[in-house]
């Protein structure tokens, strides 16, 4: 198995465990974050009606994966859950480590009034 497979394999592992305990109800939906190497996406979801709530991401935003870019899709995921009404969420980092752009994009989230 080649390092990238097995890189995958483990993420994809880390997030079933994570995903068993992290529900998104419509009280307090589930914020989740996937990055890319070009880029970072961010979405708040309603598990409960299979819904999605609001997104964004970086190619919306018009910069590449690094961390001003995570810091700025932070903001917007913010500014979009105030104005559809969403103050709580339950974070999940959907198997990836808890630093870097993800630790930046969960920060600036919360700078911008989202409680995580």
Same mark, same amino acid.
């Given at each position: 198995?080649?390092k ?18 992290? /529900? ?21 979801i ?20 690094? /961390? ?8 917007? /995921? ?10 709580q ?28």
């Amino acid at each position: 198995m080649d390092k990238f497979k097995l890189k995958t394999v483990r993420r994809k592992r880390r997030k079933t465990g994570i995903r068993k305990r992290v /529900i998104g109800t419509p009280q307090r939906p589930r914020l989740t974050v996937f990055r890319s190497l070009n880029h970072m996406y961010a979405q708040i979801i309603d598990d409960l009606d299979g819904k999605t709530l609001v997104s964004a991401s970086t190619v919306k935003v018009g910069k590449g994966g690094n /961390i001003a870019a995570a810091v700025e899709v932070g903001k917007q /995921i913010a500014k979009q859950a105030k104005d559809a009404g969403i103050n709580q969420v339950s974070f999940d980092r959907n198997g990836f480590r808890y630093h870097g752009r993800v630790k930046a994009l969960a920060d600036a989230a919360r700078e911008g009034g989202l409680g995580l």
